[in-house]
């Protein structure tokens, strides 16, 4: 029988038999040529699956990947982080700003469309007035490019999407402040303009803690006073993976969380504030980062009797670039060779403990090998009192495990720490 009503009802049903197992259901429908159409059909959808065929899956727009899919995934990933979360809700407000390139499917989407979509944000105006800048283009493409792995990851797609390449011209946050910036900049932070502020030491003691150990601001507001152990910071995880270190304290920054904690009155916070939580914010220290950089500005022209000169803003991030620009300012010869290092992070191999397999040891050796670094020094060949000339330098390459003398650490080795070190790193490069 293929298709037949049961007593009563106005509905034509189906029943058949499909590898030996009975098919029986109502089609919902009165005339009869639809019903046989919707058996046939059922048949042919039983068919395709037993030899593997699969109808294709409807490929999703980019708007209704992003919110039925992306948005979902990342909010419960990064549940934990606001800050990535906020990051990825941002690149995607921005993408979907674009209706033509939201309203397309992901496998129509292609490299011109995104060229598209480059040139109508570069024309889009910035949050300070001006064109929008590389980087924060960037930051919306890596949105973008994260949603094609994960598309073509989860099978939203059935074949490659293109690649989205980052624009060129992006601005880093490279600047090393020079020692007559940084102590312009503590001065500024500890006059007596700082007393309109609630607590007038609170930017001077979270730069001290910058500048010293090296921390990303973020690591230093979220601190816990289980964090300050055994004189040293623990930190438990940060922005990536080698964030989790620990890093021993100058005698100022012991004795700047020392006098903190004192004064934690049971709090978790070592540096509390009335905010969503429960500790200091960027916010928190905006207004006296810039007072600071003003009363710099102030104390600069009145020490110089000039007008022309001011002490350049920078990002309060800029304390953590600092590294070393002496062996000795204060620690004897080896200083009248060793210039002010250029920072960090891959700019220049200073006592970065990630390991660099394209690089070389002293001996040829390859330099994979976990935990080890580089340290990256002008040794001076000393010449004698009646030559004027200035002496000629060169460069050696120290190979060192970690940090000398202490357990290894992913971050920098700022140049506040050399007192920790100094003996340790002065004997290598007397060696070499």
């Given at each position: 029988m293929a298709?037949?009503?049961?007593?009563?009802?106005?509905?034509w049903?189906?029943?058949?038999?499909?590898?030996?197992?009975?098919?029986?259901?109502?089609?919902?429908?009165?005339?009869?040529?639809?019903?046989?159409?919707m058996?046939?059909a059922?048949?042919?959808?039983?068919?395709k699956g037993?030899?593997?065929?699969?109808?294709?899956?409807?490929?999703?727009?980019l708007?209704?990947?992003?919110?039925?899919?992306?948005?979902p995934?990342?909010r419960s990933?990064?549940?934990?982080?606001?800050k990535?979360?906020?990051?990825?809700?941002?690149?995607v407000?921005r993408?979907l700003d674009?209706?033509?390139?939201?309203?397309?499917?992901?496998d129509a989407?292609?490299?011109?469309?995104v060229?598209?979509?480059i040139t109508t944000?570069?024309?889009?105006t910035?949050?300070?007035g001006?064109?929008?800048q590389?980087?924060?283009?960037?930051r919306?493409?890596q949105v973008?490019?994260?949603?094609?792995h994960?598309?073509?990851?989860?099978?939203r797609?059935?074949?490659?999407l293109?690649?989205?390449k980052?624009l060129?011209?992006?601005?880093h946050?490279?600047r090393?402040?020079?020692?007559?910036?940084?102590?312009?900049?503590?001065?500024?932070a500890?006059?007596?303009?700082?007393a309109?502020?609630?607590?007038?030491a609170?930017?001077?003691?979270?730069?001290?803690?910058?500048?010293?150990?090296g921390l990303?601001?973020?690591?230093?507001?979220?601190?816990?006073?289980?964090?300050?152990?055994?004189g040293?910071l623990?930190?438990?995880?940060?922005?990536?993976?080698?964030a989790?270190?620990?890093?021993?304290m100058?005698?100022?920054?012991?004795?700047t969380?020392?006098?903190r904690?004192?004064?934690?009155?049971?709090?978790?916070?070592?540096?509390?504030?009335?905010?969503?939580?429960?500790h200091?914010?960027?916010?928190?220290l905006?207004?006296?980062?810039?007072?600071?950089i003003?009363?710099?500005t102030?104390i600069?022209?009145e020490?110089?009797?000039?007008?022309d000169v001011q002490?350049?803003?920078?990002e309060?991030?800029?304390?953590r670039h600092?590294?070393?620009?002496a062996?000795?300012?204060?620690?004897?010869?080896?200083?009248?060779?060793?210039?002010?290092?250029?920072?960090?992070?891959?700019?220049h191999e200073?006592?970065?403990?990630?390991?660099?397999?394209?690089h070389?040891?002293?001996?040829?050796?390859?330099g994979s090998?976990?935990?080890?670094?580089y340290?990256?020094?002008y040794?001076?060949?000393?010449?004698s009192?009646?030559?004027?000339?200035?002496?000629?330098?060169?460069l050696?390459?120290?190979?060192?495990?970690?940090?000398?003398?202490?357990?290894?650490?992913p971050?920098?080795?700022v140049r506040?720490?050399?007192p920790?070190?100094y003996?340790?790193?002065t004997?290598?490069?007397?060696?070499?």
């Amino acid at each position: 029988m293929a298709v037949y009503k049961q007593p009563k009802s106005k509905y034509w049903w189906y029943k058949f038999t499909w590898n030996g197992e009975p098919i029986r259901k109502s089609t919902k429908q009165a005339n009869k040529r639809v019903a046989e159409q919707m058996q046939a059909a059922h048949r042919t959808s039983l068919a395709k699956g037993e030899v593997g065929i699969r109808d294709r899956k409807p490929v999703p727009t980019l708007r209704d990947f992003a919110e039925n899919d992306f948005l979902p995934f990342a909010r419960s990933t990064f549940a934990a982080k606001p800050k990535t979360l906020a990051y990825y809700e941002n690149g995607v407000s921005r993408l979907l700003d674009s209706e033509r390139l939201a309203s397309e499917r992901l496998d129509a989407i292609t490299s011109d469309k995104v060229a598209e979509f480059i040139t109508t944000r570069q024309r889009a105006t910035g949050k300070r007035g001006g064109l929008l800048q590389v980087a924060s283009l960037n930051r919306e493409l890596q949105v973008l490019r994260r949603m094609f792995h994960l598309a073509q990851e989860w099978g939203r797609v059935e074949r490659a999407l293109p690649s989205v390449k980052m624009l060129p011209g992006e601005k880093h946050r490279e600047r090393v402040l020079t020692a007559a910036e940084e102590d312009l900049y503590f001065s500024g932070a500890s006059t007596d303009a700082m007393a309109q502020y609630a607590d007038a030491a609170l930017l001077r003691d979270v730069a001290t803690i910058l500048l010293d150990c090296g921390l990303r601001p973020e690591e230093c507001f979220r601190m816990r006073t289980e964090n300050v152990t055994d004189g040293a910071l623990e930190i438990q995880y940060g922005k990536t993976a080698n964030a989790r270190r620990r890093i021993p304290m100058t005698p100022r920054v012991a004795a700047t969380l020392n006098m903190r904690l004192s004064k934690a009155n049971g709090s978790a916070w070592v540096f509390p504030a009335q905010t969503k939580s429960g500790h200091i914010e960027p916010s928190s220290l905006h207004k006296q980062h810039v007072k600071a950089i003003m009363e710099g500005t102030r104390i600069f022209k009145e020490l110089s009797k000039r007008d022309d000169v001011q002490l350049v803003p920078f990002e309060l991030y800029t304390l953590r670039h600092h590294l070393p620009h002496a062996l000795g300012t204060a620690h004897g010869p080896l200083d009248a060779g060793i210039p002010r290092w250029a920072s960090g992070y891959e700019h220049h191999e200073a006592l970065c403990s990630s390991p660099r397999a394209d690089h070389s040891r002293g001996d040829g050796s390859s330099g994979s090998g976990k935990g080890w670094a580089y340290f990256w020094a002008y040794r001076p060949t000393i010449r004698s009192r009646d030559n004027a000339g200035p002496s000629s330098k060169y460069l050696t390459l120290l190979w060192l495990s970690g940090a000398p003398g202490v357990t290894r650490t992913p971050d920098l080795l700022v140049r506040s720490q050399w007192p920790l070190y100094y003996q340790q790193l002065t004997a290598v490069a007397n060696s070499c």
